[in-house]
């Protein structure tokens, strides 16, 4: 995930949010030491740069163990090179070291 400048808890905003018991019971695992909340915030940024174009890629061609052709159903943002990939259009599934399928630009795994 990428890096997150922190701000003090004192200069948030309190909001609150409705969630499952199992969710939130799951999250506290996840999180550890860092806590679910701090977590959920983690969650919620990376999404937003994901989503306003923002995202840095954090992933290199070496995390990336295979790769499968596939057409895009939605657009898509390559993690290796942050190109848009849109829908219908070409693309590659890479699997990653760690076992996640992430979206590819037909180009980015090029030599």
């Not at 799951?26 to 740069?49: F, P, S, T």
Request: hydrophobic content about 35%.
């Amino acid at each position: 995930m990428p890096a997150i400048t922190r701000t003090p808890t004192t200069e948030m905003e309190v909001t609150s949010i409705r969630l499952e018991r199992q969710l939130k019971d799951n999250l506290k695992k996840l999180a550890g030491n860092q806590g679910y909340q701090a977590l959920i915030r983690d969650i919620l940024w990376n999404y937003v740069q994901q989503k306003s174009g923002d995202y840095r890629p954090s992933f290199s061609r070496s995390d990336i163990r295979a790769s499968l052709e596939a057409i895009a159903e939605r657009e898509e943002r390559c993690v290796l090179t942050g190109k848009i990939i849109p829908p219908h259009e070409p693309m590659l599934l890479g699997l990653t070291t760690t076992g996640e399928m992430v979206p590819l630009s037909l180009d980015s795994m090029a030599a």
